[in-house]
Structures are given as structure tokens and as C-alpha cells.
């Protein structure tokens, strides 16, 4: 599973390789011998964007992972030096370009990351939307993100025709329309969920393109009677939480009622996931979140086994700012470089892993402000570039009856595009950071939200962690 060495000069190799790419979909195992002539070689470099880590049981090997490609591959460090070196036969170099470990020049590559998001934008062709049905709910979650926004808010008919309308007439580039219905509890919506839908997939199924929707729930009104009506009209997912085991969860959960909430959810998830892929999302701090694997236990010793939810992710619960925070919940985080999260982030996804749950794999994101058609509806109209600024007039883009207007200074676009960003290895994987904690901490986006303290901390064990449960493509 690594290579060996060869002699370059006399044409003769001898070398072996396994690796894990995102370009070519598959394993390739390698190997090739022989008296052949010396091949021409091009000058290559090692990327940037490159991470090099030593292999614990073999001191003579080194991991290799691209933060631009998600690859990773495992070489001798004789040919870590002869990769260094541009030693590298032709083909063993386009095999490395492919993966993204090579590139041509230090400049090349940094355009093409100066391009990325552009391109990605360019190539784009679903239009995708976060619906806010309301801002109400069934639940008093303790840190709700929502927080002071909540109320009796509800999209009307009439906004949601002129939602139809503007979904219609910014579609001419796309070949699919992506809705999430969000709330406050987007299923006490459920008729204009319906409307919607079916107004929406009326015109996609004439127009020859595709139309699926998901919504992100509290799980409470996910019943099967539900999911029946709506997986004709474009359902295709539905996020639920849970947060950590009944007694952590029915603290932070509760109906407005005071009652627990959890063998409520619990039983609708159930019902329904043999019909709906399920998402299954939970909010921690970090006084609970090693309470966490014991959800998961609960889920496998009441049938709740991996094949019936598509995927397993945990997340802190963010600070929000005076005003909108609820105010008498303080534990929040407001960055990812805080210490803490770099032993609960390692730790929750291990625990989710090794019970054969699916969770996300480590791969090339960006602030969904940078993405063009990635737009968040309000109940009222107003259209935002991410749901933790709803309300916020300072950063409402447009409305559905005008359109969209230009947001690139006000939202601070390619506040990456700066030599220390272009030159971080991490940059792929970061492009900013998230503007919307940025302003949550600091008052303002200007400047970056930089991970890099949290990436250093943890990234190489994820990476390890993906190759120990087979999360490579």
C-alpha cells in the first residue's frame, strides 16, 4: 500500500499504489516492473493545498490528504521526497494531478482557487432556496436560534404565489428546483407546503426540469399520514433533531407545555423512515455532548439501526446576539477554535462512526453566501443569504416581488481572496469561514472567520477516521 522505490536513471521502477480519489471514483492498486525506457517528465510541484501526516505504525510512511480534492494516499517518504523532487514518472504525475497533490505552478494553482467559487457558480444548475414558513412553534427549546424572531409570523398565499413567480422567471439557467422548508416548525404550514408544491411541480414536470423538496423539522407532526401526501409532490428528506438521550433532550426540547418531547419524535421517526430519508441533526454544549453516544445506543437497541437513517451529524449550539438570543441561555459557542470543540468534534463523530451510522465526510465547503443561487425566503418575502440573519434589514439582499440586489460588499464576498488565505492549506476547506458567526462575535463580517486553530487541532484524526470506516471515494 505504498510505493517502494526505483531507479529512475537505469528506466527501471518497481513501485505499488493504493489510493483513495475523488476524480476517478474508485481504488486502484497498481504495480509495474520492467526494463523500459526512462519516460519524459514534466516539471510538477507539490500543491499547497496538501497535508502531510506521519503514519502511525509505519515511521517510514507519510499520509498525504488534498484539502482541495478530499484525497488521501499513503506513500513511502523516499517517494514523498521524490514527489518533492518532480522524480515522479508521467503517469504516477497525472495519477497525483488527478488526486491534487500535484499542480504545474504555484501560480496555476492559486487562480484556480481564486476561480473556484466562480466556477462551481458557473457550472450550477439547481436553484436552491430555504422556505422560512413561519417563525412559530411547538416547542420552547432553551437556546431556540430563532430566539426573540419567534412569533405568530406566517407566510401568506399571497407571498407564496409571488414566491411561484419568482422561482419561476430565475430559472432559466437551472434544470432543477431544491427547496427546504424551515421554520419555526414548517409542517404547521403543511396546506402551503402542499400549494407550493404542487404549483412548483406542475410547472417543473412541463418545463422538463426536476422539482424535490425537503424541510427541516422538529420531528413532532412527522407523521406517516404526512410523509404520504407529500412524497408524491417532490418530497425527498427531512432533518429532525435530537438532542442527546431523552433526559438531555426533553430539558432542552420541551412543548411549550413543559412536557418532553423526545418519545414523540422518536416514534414518528420511526414510522416514517421506511418512506423519507431522515437527517438526523443534534445541538450540543459542551456540558451535554458527551451524553450523545447514548442517543445512538438507544437508537440500535430500539431498532433505529444505521440503514434506516441516511445520515448522523452533531453540531454546537451558537450565541446569538443581545436582543435576539433568549436570554437566559449563555452557553452557546461563538467560534470553532474554542478548545473545547476540538475534543467533542473528534469524539462525536467517532462514536457515530464506529455504530456504522453515515456521517459527513470531509470535503471542499464554502459560506453559503458565496453561492449564487443559494437564496434563504422569508415568511414575509425578504430574501437573505443565510437563515441565522433573517430579520436583519442591515442584510436583507432583495424580496421575491423586485428581486435580488447586490450584496457583494454588504455581505463581504472573496474576503478570502488575500495572500494569507490563498497560501493556507486549510483554504479549501474554510474559503472565509462563516460570516454569520463572524458577526455574531464580532459585530461586523469584515475580515474572516478564520478555522485554522481548529483544523490544526483536529483534521488530521477526521481524515484518519475516513479512511479507518471507509469513507473515501
Not at 521524490?82 to 503517469?91: K, T, V, W
Amino acid at each position: 500500500h505504498r510505493f517502494g522505490q526505483g531507479s529512475g536513471e537505469e528506466g527501471y521502477y518497481q513501485y505499488a499504489l493504493l489510493y483513495w480519489g475523488t476524480g476517478k471514483n474508485k481504488r486502484l492498486a497498481m504495480t509495474e516492473e520492467g526494463g523500459f525506457s526512462p519516460p519524459s517528465f514534466f516539471v510538477m510541484i507539490l500543491s499547497r493545498y496538501c497535508k502531510i501526516y506521519p503514519h502511525k505504525d509505519d515511521p517510514a510512511s507519510v499520509l498525504l490528504f488534498s484539502t482541495k480534492k478530499s484525497s488521501k494516499i499513503l506513500v513511502s517518504r523516499t517517494v514523498l521526497e521524490d514527489i518533492e523532487n518532480g522524480a515522479i514518472p508521467d503517469e504516477e504525475k497525472e495519477t497525483l494531478m488527478d488526486l491534487g497533490f500535484l499542480v504545474s505552478s504555484v501560480d496555476e494553482e492559486r487562480n484556480e482557487m481564486i476561480g473556484f467559487i466562480d466556477e462551481l457558480n458557473s457550472i450550477n444548475r439547481s436553484f436552491k432556496a430555504i422556505v422560512v414558513m413561519n417563525l412559530d412553534c411547538n416547542l420552547a427549546c432553551r437556546y431556540c436560534f430563532e430566539g426573540a424572531r419567534k412569533g405568530r409570523f406566517y407566510m401568506t398565499k399571497k407571498t407564496a404565489d409571488q414566491l411561484i413567480d419568482f422561482i419561476r422567471s430565475n430559472i432559466s439557467d437551472n434544470d432543477e428546483i431544491n427547496l427546504t422548508f424551515y421554520g419555526g416548525e414548517p409542517l404547521l404550514s403543511l396546506e402551503l407546503i402542499v400549494y407550493i408544491s404542487e404549483n412548483l411541480g406542475t410547472y417543473a414536470e412541463q418545463n422538463g426540469i426536476k422539482y424535490r423538496f425537503s424541510f427541516i423539522t422538529n420531528g413532532t407532526l412527522l407523521l406517516p399520514k404526512t410523509v404520504e401526501r407529500l412524497k408524491p409532490l417532490g418530497l425527498n428528506s427531512a432533518g429532525i433533531t435530537l438532542d442527546g438521550p431523552k433526559a438531555v433532550h426533553d430539558i432542552s426540547r420541551p412543548f411549550k407545555t413543559g412536557n418532553g418531547s423526545f418519545d414523540v419524535i422518536f416514534k414518528n421517526m420511526g414510522d416514517v423512515c421506511k418512506s423519507v430519508d431522515i437527517q438526523l441533526g443534534g445541538n450540543f454544549t459542551q456540558e451535554n455532548y458527551h451524553e450523545f453516544p447514548k442517543l445512538l445506543d438507544y437508537m440500535i437497541d430500539n431498532g433505529f439501526t444505521p440503514e434506516k437513517v441516511s445520515d448522523v451529524k452533531f453540531a454546537p449550539v451558537l450565541k446569538e446576539t443581545v436582543g435576539i438570543a433568549p436570554p437566559d441561555f449563555h452557553d452557546g459557542c461563538e467560534s470553532l477554535n474554542e478548545p473545547w470543540l476540538f475534543e467533542a468534534g473528534i469524539f462525536l463523530r467517532e462514536e457515530i462512526m464506529k455504530r456504522g451510522y453515515i456521517t459527513a465526510r470531509i470535503n471542499p465547503i464554502a459560506c453559503m453566501m458565496e453561492y449564487k443561487d443559494v437564496l434563504v425566503v422569508n415568511h414575509n418575502g425578504e430574501i437573505y443569504k443565510c437563515p441565522g440573519l433573517i430579520g436583519r434589514k442591515e442584510f436583507c439582499v432583495g424580496n421575491i416581488r423586485t428581486g435580488v440586489n447586490d450584496y457583494r460588499i454588504s455581505h463581504n464576498l472573496d474576503n478570502w481572496k488575500n495572500e494569507e488565505c490563498l497560501n493556507c492549506a486549510y483554504l479549501p476547506l474554510c474559503f472565509g469561514g462563516c460570516r454569520y458567526m463572524k458577526f455574531v462575535r464580532d459585530g461586523n463580517m469584515d475580515g474572516v472567520d478564520c478555522k485554522k486553530p481548529y483544523l490544526d487541532a483536529t483534521i488530521e484524526e477526521l481524515v484518519k477516521q475516513d479512511i479507518r470506516y471507509g469513507l473515501v471515494k
